[in-house]
Each structure stands twice: as structure tokens, then as C-alpha cells.
């Protein structure tokens, strides 16, 4: 592994200047399951990791109907926040499934979007749920719809010297509803072949969500008691994500 040096800068500030002094010989890192792999595989090679686990007030999740999350968020603490499992059960359902309770408790859902991989778990939840991310650096601030950061496998609208600082999802509609189903080749530890999120927004709640969502019955069945209901889709979305294979 190549060497490089490791600098832990305690303000948002002191990040946007070392970014700025050591340009594209810098990379970030939070909990450093892409990183330190990448840099393995020398698809990375850094002269300087700037950390951002010394920065205050990026590791928290905020709800007050909307909901912020910090790009320091582990996917565990995801995983047992009441607020996401209730409202947001499509981010919910990824972060149950992406690798082990180990990887979770370190990996951060920052860094699972900035490395924009098309098998990144929580990328189809995000994006059918209506995220929008913060982006900073020394000279602006702005907000970018999730459906427009990503530009393809591993690019970003992310500019030399920005930082993502927050994610957030709006509040959903009344009588709606989100899933995430994952297609792999083992039951535990393995990137998606295929995952797809689903958000459904109902007119009333005469029929749930969940029980679209959630329901073994055929689909044909589902669909005809739909109809039987007159229930009214306001809104659908879907997102999805896969293992990109290189030859």
C-alpha cells in the first residue's frame, strides 16, 4: 500500500483549506470501508487522508417531520433509529441488509454516496424517497437533488474542495409508504446484483401501504383489490441499483 499522510482537522474550515492547499493529492475519509479498499486496489492514490471524524455536529440525525442526516451517520445508527424505521422504511430496509453489524458500525452513508458505486445500498432508497445533499466549500454553500449528484459510476457533481455536510429527506406524504428489496448471491455480506427501491403515495387509507408493499399475495391480486377500492395513486417511485462488473 502506498503511503500517505493522515490529518485529522477539527472544523469544516480547517477541511476546505486543506483541500484547497493539497488539491487532487487529497481524498477524504470517514469510516474508511471504500476508501482504504480503493487504495488497496490502487484505484486511489493519495498523498493525504483527511479525516472528518473530528468534526463536530456531521455524525447526528435530526426529525422533526423532515429528516437530516449526517454524512458521518453510521449505517448502524441508521439501522436502530425509530424516526427512519417508522417514516422512512425504504433506508430502513437497506441498511439491514448491507454487509455485516461489524462494517455498519464503521461504515458511514456519507461515504456510501460520494463513492457513487451503482451497489451502494442506499442510493435507490435515498433517491426514491426525495433526498437532497448539502455540498460546502471555502468559497459557497448549495443544495443538490439526489437524482442529479450522481453523474455515473463513480462521478459526482462533487467540485475540487467541497464537502458533503448533510442529507435530507423530506417528510412523505400522508399515506405513503417505501421498500427496498436486495438480490444477491448469498444471504449475508455481499454487494446487490440488483436492489430496487419503491416509494408508493396513496389518495386514502382505505388500503395501506404495507399492504401493498409487503404482501405475498400475485401481484394480479393485489391490483384487483385496488381497483374494487377505487384507491388513487398519487405518486410512485422507483429506484434501482447494481453490481457493476468490470471484464
Partial sequence: MKKFDY???KTLDEVSALLNQYGRKA????????????IKQKTLSPDVLISLQGIPGLNQIQYDGALKI?????HRDIEKSESVRNEFSAL???????GSIQIRNVATIGGNI????????????????????KLKSAQSERTVPLDQFFTGPGETVLQEGEILTEISIPKPLPNTGSAYWKHQRRLALDLPILGVAVLISLDKAT????DILCTTSP???????????EVVCKEIRIALGWLLLYP
Fill in 114 to 133: 460520494c463513492t457513487a458505486a451503482p451497489s451502494a445500498d442506499t442510493a435507490a432508497p435515498l433517491l426514491v424517497l426525495g433526498a437532497q445533499i
Fill in 207 to 210: 388500503v395501506t401501504c404495507s
Fill in 92 to 98: 430502513a430496509d437497506a441498511v439491514d441488509v448491507l
Fill in 27 to 38: 481524498a477524504l475519509i470517514a469510516g474508511g470501508t471504500d476508501v482504504l479498499v480503493m
Fill in 70 to 74: 449526517g454524512p458521518l451517520v453510521t
Fill in 219 to 229: 401481484i394480479s391480486t393485489v391490483f384487483h383489490s385496488l381497483e374494487e377500492d
Fill in 7 to 9: 490529518l485529522k482537522p
